[in-house]
């Protein structure tokens, strides 16, 4: 039976994937009813002034509440040095998030709004609020993404604005396999955490219900590389 199962699986028609960039989000919904995780790996390089190294894990069940609208429970862990800083690592932030779809499912132009809100492991006094949107249109086998997103931490009276803007372009190689870039920033409007700005190369894959999508973004301010890794697979 188990046998059966896989080879169920492995022959399963090949579903586009959830976002076929590395940092820009996805601007689909899941299917109603449908389960997804998505485990999410990236990393900052030399970081900032006091040369940040840090690598992310995040791990993002989703669950379809309607057609249009989808539940996320995003957990991150994280690991951290920096200079005249001590390490640190361990849990560092969870939430949850609403994801709504805003456009027909048929038409080449998608598009998706999110809300989140996160707390801080490390200052529990502290509440981040996210919103943004993110749009893709298809053009044959071509997709052109474009994402804005914000930002706010709030912490007894101290706030801490980002604006997070994101444009990238994927080609589809074969039937499974696509080709791109991306260009992504993290904004920040004070001195809490410094801004940073990547672009580089992306590829994405699909299997039947599992796919993944990875971009090697090379530093253009603040940062020497953010590469970041998404693997998802939906029931």
Known sequence: MRLVCLLLFVASPAYAGRTLYGWLPQTDTLQDGA?????????????????????????????????CLELAIPIELSTLTADDTTPSSGISRYGAELRYRFLPRSQPLHGVARFGLSRNVAIQSQVRTEAGVAASYDLDRVQIAATLGGVLDINFGHFHEEFRPGVGASVRVVDELRLGAELYAQLSRDATLPSWAVFGPDIAWTRGRVWLAAAFGIGIKNVTAAPRLNIGADW
């Open 35 to 67: 389960f997804e995780l998505e485990t999410s790996l990236y990393e900052h390089d030399n970081l900032g002034p006091f040369h940040e190294r840090s690598t992310f894990l995040a791990w993002t069940p989703a669950l379809a509440l309607r057609p």
